[in-house]
T-cell receptor
Framework: TQLLEQSPQFLSIQEGENLTVYCNSS?????LQWYRQEPGEGPVLLVT?????EVKKLKRLTFQFGDARKDSSLHITAAQPGDTGLYLC?????????????FGQGTTLQVKP | GAGVSQSPRYKVAKRGQDVALRCDPI?????LFWYQQALGQGPEFLTY????????KSGLPSDRFFAERPEGSVSTLKIQRTQQEDSAVYLC????????????????FGQGTRLTVV
């Protein structure tokens, strides 16, 4: 099982600031997924990146998949308190027949008003 | 319901007590997963069902953990003789695709059951 390393582990910023969180591995992935988990809720899928170098935008969130498909980043512009949560990257364990997700340890983001 | 429903939301158990956690997946979803999540960490895979068949239980931490999905819909995760290290949030997820499909599939998660063993 390949490991996903997420950084930073914890980030506390003021409303309006920009931030970037990272998901790194030494392994190559066919795709990576990003989830956001709000306190007391389950993770919710934000995006799936598939192609090396791909950039996807979701309102103020920009996701990038590394050219070598080993890493990914999430950039948030003008963060808002509603962005607070745990951001998780994950991949589907392709060699199994279950489609189970392997998650990184997550980045906890706190946006203060 | 529209989403994955888990009950109870919170469970406090005395060490040594048995607990049962319920998951109602989205109707018609073939795949069902259980994950365990420690505070501030990512979820870790426990077990997978395709309809009623438990195809992967490699993530279950010990033989005190048992899961079933007898009719291919509702699933129950049972933990016998609970220990303090079992304290965590237990998440259930369902997906419309079979686990062995080569499509990127979206897993829909429930709100989880927070288990505290005292």
């Amino acid at each position: 099982t390949q490991l996903l390393e997420q950084s930073p582990q914890f980030l506390s910023i003021q409303e309006g600031e920009n931030l970037t969180v990272y998901c790194n591995s030494s392994s190559v992935f066919s795709s990576l997924q990003w989830y956001r988990q709000e306190p007391g809720e389950g993770p919710v899928l934000l995006v799936t990146v598939v192609t090396g170098g791909e950039v996807k935008k979701l309102k103020r969130l920009t996701f990038q998949f590394g050219d070598a498909r080993k890493d990914s980043s999430l950039h948030i512009t003008a963060a808002q308190p509603g962005d607070t949560g745990l951001y998780l990257c994950a991949y589907q364990h392709g060699s199994s027949n279950t489609g189970k997700l392997i998650f990184g340890q997550g980045t906890t983001l706190q946006v203060k008003p | 319901g529209a989403g994955v429903s888990q009950s109870p939301r919170y469970k406090v158990a005395k060490r040594g007590q048995d607990v049962a956690l319920r998951c109602d997946p989205i109707s018609g979803h073939v795949s069902l997963f259980w994950y365990q999540q420690a505070l501030g960490q990512g979820p870790e895979f426990l077990t997978y069902f395709q309809n009623e068949a438990q195809l992967d239980k490699s993530g279950l931490p010990s033989d005190r953990f048992f899961a079933e999905r007898p009719e291919g819909s509702v699933s129950t995760l049972k933990i016998q003789r609970t220990q303090q290290e079992d304290s965590a949030v237990y998440l259930c997820a369902s997906s419309p695709n079979r686990g062995d499909s080569y499509m990127n599939t979206e897993a829909f998660f429930g709100q989880g059951t927070r288990l505290t063993v005292v």
